[in-house]
């Protein structure tokens, strides 16, 4: 591969024009994660009141409910080795044990949810898998990617990395003259001050990550110096191969960051082609969108439709409380000419109280009208109803309905439309989980030396555990996987399918052996039956029809001799006689077998 120059790359137009794009919907995307944790910013003029109506929440929660199920990932070997295709599928269950995938899992989907798109990092480290969940902030694309192939982006910009001095010094990738730059820079007072700002932001970074569910943050220890580090994926042509390869830049952010958030007088530490790190050369990133849009990688997510009526939903609702408050404390205006020595106070209300008052009541005091705005209720149920329209997150679905108003097969209507449309959003999430699950398996094949043995644990249907080691020898293959994705829902309703096309097959063929074998066994894997118990419940079967057979193949008039009678001395049973014999034909004496 030709030697790259890695100091004439753009590093800080690619990252201006990407930040650039991006910036456009961090007010948005801040909005919607506020209102999604019920913190709202109080005004002197609408929001007075600190009440939040959690619409985003219930919406996103309700949609999260129908998609929350973590799918089924399976390999198939292409050269047919079931042996390595079993190992693989082995290996891959225990991945998702090993690196919580169903907890990123579920983040994946909220972020998704609340920013409109959504990244997983993929990584080899200290010789095992992991992936990561990134935030939408911490992701600089390529502007004129096409948002439906990541592999089209000339560049990729991953931000929210930092790390000690004492770690970059222990990294034996990170260039020893560049280093000395970044210790030399913050040695100086700016150096300090961009210090304590780096700190600041991994606290900020670390509270949105606690909010949304990621349970292991990294917390920066106190008198350590972090610095900002930032990783450009970029293509760069090479003229041995005539093709673009992906190679990785890692820079730390040696400036203050100017107003546009871009950070300036930076130093490049190190950079290497991506298949000298992970033996790739496609980007190690997965995002999805539910709603993908031609020419905006950045498209509306769910919160996005729900934000406006939900700040709408606020006001009011802070109105309605302000004015219920103001209506509880009884103010009045007073005649304050009536007499001039006279000047009310405070009345503290008792049981047949009486209060003094220089004239008619009616004429010294006047209570201040306050509006009653309860009629607002039925709009904001207006505006929930619409929101819940527009997102499928209706009121069936969050079991808000009135029984006595709907019929039963209204319900199972609105039910239905609901599961159609919130499918959708299954949809584009299943070719995401695809798309990662064919990149971890390439990514595994490729660095197999660098990964440890697993040592797995099966249970057999006796309930007894069996350890085995797997090497990466047992699993890799030089044909390859195919991946596929299924729900269990999917996989349930296949299967039923499936085992009623076979029962009508079956009707068709009665008493053919070959054909209820293969319906036994579609119904066992149906019931869900481990092979083995599959095995002993087939073999017991067999064993009856082998039965069933020598009973049938017995002389009408009995067993024959030398075999046992049944048990408790009793004759064995004779063959019934067949139906309207010759009247010339007699028939034998049943006499007992010898015991």
């Not at 390999?75 to 269950?93: Q, R, S, T, V």
Request: proline residues 6%; negative net charge.
């Amino acid at each position: 591969m030709t030697t790259v120059d890695y100091s004439t790359i753009p590093y800080d137009e690619n990252e201006r024009n990407a930040f650039q794009f991006q910036q456009r919907r961090h007010q948005e995307w801040t909005e919607n994660y506020e209102l999604y944790r019920n913190k709202v910013i109080v005004n002197r003029l609408t929001q007075r009141q600190a009440v939040n109506i959690p619409l985003t929440k219930e919406t996103i929660r309700t949609i999260l409910a129908n998609v929350d199920e973590f799918p089924a990932i399976e390999f198939e070997e292409l050269g047919n080795d079931k042996d390595k295709e079993i190992a693989k599928n082995e290996l891959w269950k225990n991945e998702v044990v090993e690196d919580k995938l169903e907890i990123k899992d579920i983040v994946d989907k909220k972020q998704e949810l609340l920013y409109g798109i959504t990244w997983r990092k993929l990584n080899i480290r200290n010789r095992r898998f992991e992936s990561e969940v990134k935030e939408p902030f911490d992701m600089l694309v390529d502007r004129y990617v096409d948002p439906t192939d990541l592999e089209t982006a000339r560049y990729i910009i991953e931000m929210g990395i930092y790390q000690s001095i004492d770690d970059l010094e222990s990294n034996p990738l990170i260039s020893e003259e560049a280093l000395n730059k970044v210790k030399t820079y913050y040695a100086t007072a700016q150096g300090v001050v961009k210090a304590e700002q780096v700190t600041q932001q991994i606290l900020d970074k670390n509270q949105r990550l606690s909010e949304m569910g990621v349970p292991d943050v990294f917390a920066p220890m106190l008198g350590t110096t972090m610095v900002e580090i930032k990783a450009h994926y970029v293509k760069i042509w090479d003229d041995k191969d005539q093709e673009d390869h992906i190679h990785v830049v890692l820079r730390s952010v040696g400036g203050i960051q100017g107003p546009d958030g871009v950070g300036n007088g930076s130093e490049v530490l190190t950079g290497k082609p991506l298949m000298d790190i992970l033996n790739v050369d496609f980007y190690p990133f997965v995002k999805w969108s539910d709603d993908p849009e031609r020419n905006d990688v950045y498209p509306d997510g769910v919160a996005d439709t729900c934000r406006v009526p939900n700040q709408v939903l606020n006001v009011w609702f802070s109105q309605l409380v302000e004015n219920r408050t103001l209506r509880n404390f009884g103010m009045h205006f007073f005649d304050s000419t009536a007499n001039e020595n006279w000047l009310p106070g405070a009345w503290t209300p008792e049981a047949w109280g009486f209060y003094p008052l220089p004239g008619k009541p009616a004429d010294i005091l006047q209570s201040i009208e306050i509006p009653d705005l309860s009629e607002s209720l039925d709009e904001m149920q207006f505006i929930k109803n619409m929101v819940g329209s527009a997102t499928a997150a209706t009121s069936v679905k969050t079991g808000d309905v009135n029984k006595n108003k709907v019929t039963l097969g209204e319900i199972e209507l609105v039910t239905q439309a609901a599961n159609e449309r919130i499918t959708g959003i299954t949809k584009f999430y299943m070719l995401a989980q695809k798309e990662f699950g064919d990149k971890w398996s390439k990514i595994m094949m490729a660095n197999s030396d660098k990964l440890d043995e697993v040592i797995l644990y099966k249970k057999s249907y006796k309930g007894n555990f069996f350890k085995k080691k797997m090497k990466p020898s047992d699993w890799k293959s030089d044909a390859g996987y195919s991946c596929r994705v299924v729900s269990s829902a999917e996989r349930e309703q296949e299967s039923i399918k499936t085992v009623q096309k076979l029962q009508a097959v079956a009707a068709q063929f009665p008493g053919n052996m070959a054909m209820q074998q293969i319906y036994q066994k579609k119904l066992l894997d149906f019931g869900g039956l481990t092979p083995d118990e599959q095995n002993e419940v087939l073999g017991f079967e067999k064993q009856k029809q082998q039965a069933g057979q020598q009973m049938s193949s017995l002389p009408p008039g009995g067993m024959p001799a030398g075999m046992p009678a049944m048990p408790g001395g009793m004759p064995a049973p004779a063959r019934a006689p067949a139906p309207n014999p010759p009247p010339q034909v007699q028939q034998p004496v049943l006499t007992p077998a010898p015991a």
